[in-house]
Nanobody, 115 residues
Framework: QVQLVESGGGLVQAGGSLRLSCAASGTISTIDLMGWYRQAPGKQRELVATITRGGGTNYVDSVKGRFTISRDNARNTLYLQMNNLKPEDTAVYYC?????????WGQGTQVTVSS
């Protein structure tokens, strides 16, 4: 089972940028689908972006044009570049993988955007 560790969260002003990283303990080249989710206080966890093994991407409407998901199979790392951040982006961000009928989660990293 692959272990995931997120990093890169922090406090940023509205309009700023952050890049989240998700380091995997094993190879990600065979992982069919990886993604970023977020959970704000009092809300359900929501999907933010996904990327397939072939590099196809998908985004929730609220982040389209601002966030970019990418993966570096050589470094076994998933990224989320977040630009033009808004206060409503404040949440704990989690990375996720799905492979061979199983899935795994990281522990999360806090992103706080001040107005």
């Amino acid at each position: 089972q692959v272990q995931l560790v997120e990093s890169g969260g922090g406090l940023v002003q509205a309009g700023g940028s952050l890049r989240l990283s998700c380091a995997a303990s094993g190879t990600i080249s065979t992982i069919d689908l990886m993604g970023w989710y977020r959970q704000a206080p009092g809300k359900q966890r929501e999907l933010v972006a996904t990327i397939t093994r072939g590099g196809g991407t998908n985004y929730v409407d609220s982040v389209k044009g601002r966030f970019t998901i990418s993966r570096d199979n050589a470094r076994n790392t998933l990224y989320l570049q977040m630009n033009n951040l808004k206060p409503e982006d404040t949440a704990v961000y989690y990375c996720n993988y799905k492979r061979w009928g199983t899935e795994g989660w990281g522990q999360g990293t806090q992103v706080t955007v001040s107005s």
